[in-house]
């Protein structure tokens, strides 16, 4: 009886074990394929992460250069099922992803092989610009790990408010201000700018003596001489919000523009140029 139970007691050990694998085998919980790829069959997702902005270091296929990408980021692990185990190769799914990316217009460069392989892509398509990189760091095909940006500037969502803005006038003799959006091109102020241009005001009217000169920087995309006549545009507009709807004394602000010339990033990147997009408060 006890050499039955001890049968019954293996066959009840390798069932769990078998669903355990099997179960270990399924895509991890919210993960999901990047629409930009179908997946080869035989992997699962073991990992994933999705991020709004992010950087990630890819080799232009083109230049075979370095180069910093920011913008929406996603992170996938896939691992081969076990009973593929031994009959797939890294070439394989490295040629797999570079044909696909170019069946769309896209390019890639292959490092392989190199024991830790790196398959680089990248496609320009609808005003988009989206990055790929598959990098194996264990040979046959076991797992492989795939990196997507889609390029974009960051969004700033962070406003100094009207207490930082004075800590920086004290400490520096000026502050800059993000939050303050305009149209394409216009220098119309957009209704999302009201919790900075309200910080700038609160800034005026608990400093009753202090007076700002209002400064607006462009980018560098575009000529210079267009670049200053916006930029002086939208300090003015700015001015005018301050002075019509929170009353601030008109003598006590003046506006400049100063169009790219004084950036505090570098304009070769979008994140650069966005910061270098910005409304400087100077005192007087």
């Known amino acids: 009886m006890k050499g039955w139970v001890k049968i019954i007691f293996v066959i009840w050990f390798l069932v769990i074990a078998f669903d355990g694998v099997a179960f270990a085998q399924k895509d991890k919980p919210g993960c999901k394929d990047h629409p930009l790829f179908t997946r080869m069959p035989e992997y699962y997702i073991f990992d994933c992460k999705e991020k709004e902005f992010d950087v990630h270091e890819f080799v232009d296929p083109a230049t ?11 992170y996938i692990s896939y691992h081969l099922k076990e009973e593929f185990k031994g009959k797939k190769s890294m070439l394989q799914v490295a040629r797999n992803y570079a ?34 990189h598959i990098f194996q760091d264990y040979w046959e095909g076991y797992r492989f790990y795939l990196y997507i940006v889609e390029k974009a500037g960051m ?3 962070v406003v100094a408010d009207a207490k930082a ?7 520096k003799g000026s502050a800059s201000v993000y939050g303050i959006y305009f149209d394409f091109d216009k220098a ?10 309200k910080e700038i005001a609160k800034l ?9 000169y209002v400064v607006g920087h462009t980018d560098n995309v575009g000529t210079i001489d267009y670049n200053l006549k916006l930029s002086k545009a939208r300090a003015d507009a700015v001015v005018k919000e301050l002075t019509t709807k929170y009353k601030i004394s008109p003598d006590r602000l003046r506006a400049f523009g100063v169009a790219s010339l004084a950036p505090v990033a570098s304009n ?15 005192e007087q």
């Open 204 to 212: 005026l009217q608990e400093n009753r003596t202090l007076k700002l």
């Open 155 to 157: 969004e700033q969502q």
């Open 165 to 171: 803005m004075l800590s920086d006038i004290q400490t």
């Open 64 to 74: 075979k250069k370095k180069v910093l990408v920011e913008g929406r980021y996603s």
């Open 188 to 197: 119309d102020i957009k209704p999302e700018s009201e919790p900075a241009i």
């Open 268 to 282: 070769k990147t979008e994140d650069g140029r966005a910061k270098n997009r910005r409304v400087e408060l100077v």
């Open 99 to 132: 044909n696909a990316i170019a069946k769309i217009g896209g390019t890639f460069f292959m490092e392989y092989p190199t024991g830790r392989d790196s398959t680089w892509m990248k496609l320009k398509k609808d005003d988009k610009e989206i990055w790929a």
